[in-house]
Nanobody, 126 residues
Framework: VQLQASGGGLVQAGGSLRLSCAGS????????MGWFRQAPGKEREFVAA????????YYADSLKGRFTISRDNAKNTVILQMNSLKPEDTAVYYC????????????????????WGQGTLVTVSS
């Protein structure tokens, strides 16, 4: 399976970015999907996850209300809409596929995801 994240870039604080993750090589619609991020010198942290049929979404508490995850299984794409960006949102953002049973408490664990994209850099200037 291959995941390709795109849409990162430089944006001013308060601005918005839309990240996209395109999947190929397997049946994309079978997997829950997640977004993680990793800032320099920090561990990879959970951002958001979405179930196979988009019936359930889950967000890091600190990001609720600013970030929205969605997916289009017909296009094998997962989207992360990021609004009201802050300098502390600066990080490399990764999409990942989760082929296991959805257990919400485990969706925040990078180790529970089997496939990862290469990451896209988001830089928010103050």
């Amino acid at each position: 399976v291959q995941l390709q994240a795109s849409g990162g870039g430089l944006v001013q604080a308060g601005g918005s970015l839309r990240l996209s993750c395109a999947g190929s090589g397997r049946t994309f619609s079978r997997d829950a999907m997640g977004w993680f991020r990793q800032a320099p010198g920090k561990e990879r942290e959970f951002v958001a996850a979405i179930s196979v049929a988009s019936s359930v979404t889950y967000y890091a508490d600190s990001l609720k209300g600013r970030f929205t995850i969605s997916r289009d299984n017909a296009k094998n794409t997962v989207i992360l809409q990021m609004n009201s960006l802050k300098p502390e949102d600066t990080a490399v953002y990764y999409c990942a596929a989760h082929p296991k049973l959805w257990i919400q408490s485990r969706m925040v664990l990078p180790s529970d995801y089997d496939y990862w994209g290469q990451g896209t850099l988001v830089t928010v200037s103050s």
